[in-house]
């Protein structure tokens, strides 16, 4: 099973709508991460957790909210969907150092397709 | 100024040429230093850190020059399966502590 998933993996919907992505992690990671991938523009931060009780805005906030739930759950929320919103976006945990591998590493999820109408 | 730039490309090189991505970072206080690989429609994973020493990984070498704050990938002996792009990727000292910052990528492309 993949460490990192996200729900859905593509998603349709029409400008106004309210929608929700989904992360969940199996790594026990402190830290998730929400960016949005558009073409030329490489990936851009939207918000970012160090735990369950911090919650920080990252370059692109406007138009989002997030909610941790857990450890383990991260949310981003379009609370009113518009175009420009139209893009791939990633969640990302990471566990500054504690575990093996390279200090400060991210392991993403596969990413949700988002088009907005 | 972004904070990170690479060259976008594309790189087209045939199979066995040595390529070579250069990058730049704003934020002097950084900290950490990656280059991550990104194939078409999936998420980037970790392709190798860099350090200030200089470090290799088979056919690659990354160099971090931080007086001149630049980041750079060498592939050797290029393979069909390094098409992918590349994103040199800069974890943040001062206020962008914590965050990792990306480049936009860089495309490369080995043919037969």
């Known amino acids: 099973d993949a460490d990192v998933t996200q729900t859905p993996r593509n998603r349709i919907t029409k400008t106004g709508k309210r929608i929700m992505l989904e992360c969940s992690q199996t790594k026990g990671h402190d830290r998730m991460y929400w960016y949005r991938q558009d073409p030329g523009l490489g990936l851009r931060l939207i918000y970012y957790s160090f735990d369950v009780k911090d919650i920080n805005k990252g370059e692109i906030s406007d138009g989002y909210s997030v909610s941790r739930q857990a450890q383990a759950k991260f949310s981003l929320s379009l609370e009113s969907a518009i175009p420009n919103q139209t893009a791939l976006y990633f969640c990302?945990?990471?566990?500054?150092?504690?575990?093996?591998?390279?200090?400060?590493?991210?392991?993403f999820g596969p990413g949700t397709r988002l088009t907005v109408l | 100024r972004k904070e990170v730039e690479q060259d976008p490309g594309p790189f087209n090189v045939p199979e066995g040429a040595t390529v070579a991505f250069n990058c730049t970072y704003s934020n002097s206080a950084s900290q950490s230093f990656f280059w991550y690989r990104q194939d078409c429609r999936k998420e980037p994973k970790l392709l190798m850190s860099?350090?200030?020493s200089g470090n290799e990984d088979g056919r690659f070498t990354a160099q971090l020059n931080r007086a001149s704050q630049y980041i750079s990938l060498l592939i050797r002996d290029s393979k069909l399966s390094d098409s992918a792009t590349y994103l040199c990727?800069?974890?943040?000292?001062?206020?962008?502590?914590?965050?990792?910052?990306f480049g936009q990528g860089t495309i490369l492309t080995v043919h037969p």
């Open positions: 860099v350090y200030s």
């Open positions: 990727v800069v974890w943040g000292g001062g206020t962008s502590y914590g965050k990792l910052t």
């Open positions: 990302a945990t990471s566990d500054y150092g504690k575990s093996g591998g390279a200090y400060n590493e991210q392991f």
